[in-house]
């Protein structure tokens, strides 16, 4: 069986691994200790006011819970429905969950009747956390409950800077909502930031929660992050992120640049080049530190990672475009940032493919769910495990199991649960199936069974006639391939079969390229001899060795060799069988060392026995080399003769068979 195709490469297997460092650049509130250098330290803002202020109006709820407060510090005009206030301060609680916020200004135009409330000149809406917003006018509009204004903004929060075309805060929902071209900064507690812009943004306080919509853009070093709906959850204090979720055509986008000249190398998960993420909903959990915990892509995730720049790439190496595409994607991180698991469910799917090449190189891994673990001191690959349904391609090369699990310190794939490899020409089944990884070397385990089908051209075991039509089968209990060397070497019961033909042995090696089988321990043979005029007849043999070579197509026994036709039995050390190319038929036996030859009851010794089926005639040489029929004995160093014919020529001498002490034919 050929097994040269059959190559897995490392990057394949850790190709899905590299997506994670998309999330290391999304880590806007990581709180890693650093070399980065710190940015602005964060707003800090307090509702302290040393002004007194006198309070104008008060509103309740139907509990009798104040919902909104206004106060002032003087009127500066206005004695009927609508009065000027200076120095004002409004105040809402949000209802029960008591959500304070409070807004000020410099002055204030108040409907006494309605309530209405229009102010101008700094003002500010702030919370008792670390919420901030600034402009240069804002109305109360107390009958849908509603703070607005259409004038620029800034706003301030924990690590948040921004601005936004206008506010509009609805009082019941405790929902801040920005419009028109919303753009914030976020820094984290390292340095690290990232800008976002949409057309629009909510900050719903009683969730903890900052919404971004339409058209989101976040930009960091070297990495951008597009989606419609993104939303970023904050923590208990809201200090930091808990979550942030992105939903609709979600792209992550990571462009590395190439390593210095002079720089080490960097490794796997960072090399250079550029790396995408896509997915319609995308998780990302943080810790208290705010350090990144988790990363989930959902609904179909898929992470394409471009090759290297050329001058970052070997010269050996060829450029390869890698794909992971699932229905989930799970990232997990250790606090360190880096790897500790890659979980993928749903059917995921590894693609490795060149940039320019021919189809023939794709390589694709299928399976239901995907999981990887990672060395915790060294952060590299220590197993990266396919469950239900695996499926392997390269070109026409194809492989099935239940079953795969890559080893990273070994190199090896190992495939359980009926694995199965095939090609246009050929199989492998067996209980087990291991391929390295770096080399294509395969091992197969228990219950090996392969086939080579017809007009393969199966040269190793081209000794074995049969018909265009038949293929050939071999079965054992394990088997060893060498892709480099392109040898397969079969141990155990070995059994290789073509129609009613077949060998056996305990261990098998076929040399692929060359043309040549070796079957060594306990060989035998058996081979079928098609016959036009007259019934099949069948050769068989045992030897302790079995040597075949395409080149000269010659079957050659050794060690203890006994070989049975229709017609006679040889034995000796070394017996030789050269079949006829095309249909299998025997046309010559030649036996050396200690030969003795059994033709139905005669008898013949030699050192040295050639026969020709063509003519029937065979040769016996030796020192002593003899021919005997019961009591009757010819000797000589040569004796030639017909097995059909009375006819034999001993040392040179013709004499006839009934007048000498010797004859082929059995007494009667």
């Known amino acids: 069986m050929t097994f040269q195709q059959i190559r897995i490469v490392r990057p394949l297997l850790g190709t899905a691994l590299v997506g994670f460092i998309f999330f290391l650049g999304y880590q806007f509130y990581r709180s890693r200790e650093g070399k980065k250098k710190a940015g602005p330290p964060p707003v800090e803002v307090t509702a302290t006011d040393s002004m007194t202020r006198e309070v104008v109006h008060r509103t309740l709820d139907s509990e009798g819970r104040v919902v909104f407060e206004l106060r002032a510090a003087e009127r500066s005009g206005g004695l009927g429905e609508i009065q000027t206030l200076k120095n004002v301060q409004i105040r809402f609680d949000a209802g029960k969950e008591k959500k304070p916020l409070t807004v000020t200004g410099d002055s204030c135009r108040l409907n006494v009747t309605t309530k209405e409330a229009h102010l101008e000149g700094n003002v500010v809406v702030s919370d008792d956390k670390s919420l901030r917003i600034e402009t240069d006018r804002l109305d109360y509009r107390p009958e849908s409950g509603e703070v607005a204004t259409d ?33 914030f900064l976020l820094t984290s507690k390292a340095g690290a930031r990232a800008e976002i812009v949409s057309q629009s943004a909510e900050i719903r306080r009683r969730e903890s929660l900052i919404r971004f919509t339409d058209d989101v853009r976040v930009q960091g ?18 200090s930091g992120l808990d979550h942030v979720e992105a939903f609709e055509n979600v792209q992550v986008v990571m462009d590395v640049p190439a390593t210095p000249a002079g720089a080490p190398a960097t490794n ?20 208290p530190d705010g350090s990144m915990e988790r990363v989930r892509a959902l609904d179909g995730g898929e992470l394409v990672m471009d090759p ?3 001058a970052a790439t070997e010269p050996t190496e060829l450029p390869m475009k890698r794909t992971v595409k699932g229905n989930l994607l799970v990232f997990e991180m250790d606090p360190d940032g880096s790897l500790t698991d890659f979980r993928g469910r749903g059917g995921v799917t590894l693609t490795l493919e060149p940039v320019s090449g021919p189809a023939s190189e794709i390589r694709r891994v299928d399976s239901r769910q995907f999981e990887s673990t990672f060395d915790p001191k060294t952060k590299d690959l220590v197993e990266a495990r396919c469950y239900q349904s695996v499926e392997f ?13 890559y080893r990273a310190r070994h190199n090896r794939l190992n495939l359980t649960g009926n694995p199965r490899l095939w090609d246009s020409r050929s199989t492998l089944e067996a209980s087990q199936v291991d391929i390295d990884v770096v080399t294509g070397d395969v091992e197969a385990h228990e219950n090996v069974r392969t086939t080579q089908k017809p007009g393969a051209g199966a040269a190793a075991l081209g000794f074995l006639p049969g018909g265009s039509s038949e293929s050939i089968y071999v079965v054992a209990r394990s088997l060893v391939y060498d892709r480099m060397k392109d040898v397969a070497t079969y141990e155990g019961a070995v059994r290789a079969l073509r129609g009613e033909n077949q060998i056996q042995a305990d261990r098998m090696v076929l040399r692929q390229t060359d043309g040549e089988l070796d079957a060594s321990e306990s060989v035998r043979t058996s081979l079928l001899q098609a016959k036009k005029d007259a019934p099949n007849e069948r050769i068989q043999a045992s030897a302790g060795r079995f040597l075949y070579s395409g080149k000269d197509g010659v079957l050659r026994y050794r060690e203890g060799v006994e070989l049975v036709t229709p017609g006679m039995t040889v034995k000796g050390q070394r017996v030789y069988l050269t079949p006829d190319r095309e249909s299998g038929a025997l046309q010559e036996i030649q036996a050396t060392t200690k030969v003795e030859v059994d033709l139905k009851g005669s008898r013949v010794r030699g050192e040295d026995v050639r026969y020709v089926a063509a003519t029937g005639h065979m040769r016996v040489q030796g ?45 009667q």
């Not at 075309?165 to 071209?181: C, E, F, K, P």
């Not at 990495?223 to 204090?237: E, F, K, V």
């Open 393 to 405: 391609s390269k070109g026409e090369l194809r492989a099935e199991a239940e079953t795969g699990i």
């Open 623 to 667: 020192s002593k080399a003899t021919m005997q029929d019961g009591d009757k004995l010819t000797e000589g160093k040569e004796l030639i003769f017909l097995l059909a014919d009375d006819k034999i020529l001993v040392d040179g001498r013709a004499e006839s068979r009934t007048r000498t002490v010797y004859t082929s034919k059995p007494p």
């Open 268 to 287: 796997r998960l960072k090399e250079p080049g550029r790396k995408r993420l896509t997915a319609t909903r995308l998780e990302i959990e943080f810790r």
């Open 221 to 238: 070093e070297n990495r951008t992050l597009t989606c419609h709906d993104l939303q970023l959850y904050m923590n208990a204090d809201e």
């Open 308 to 310: 290297p720049p050329a």
């Open 151 to 183: 004038s620029r903004l800034k706003i301030f929060r924990h690590g948040i800077e921004g601005t936004a075309g206008g506010l509009r805060y609805a009082t019941a929902t405790a929902t801040i909502s920005l419009l028109n071209d919303v753009w």
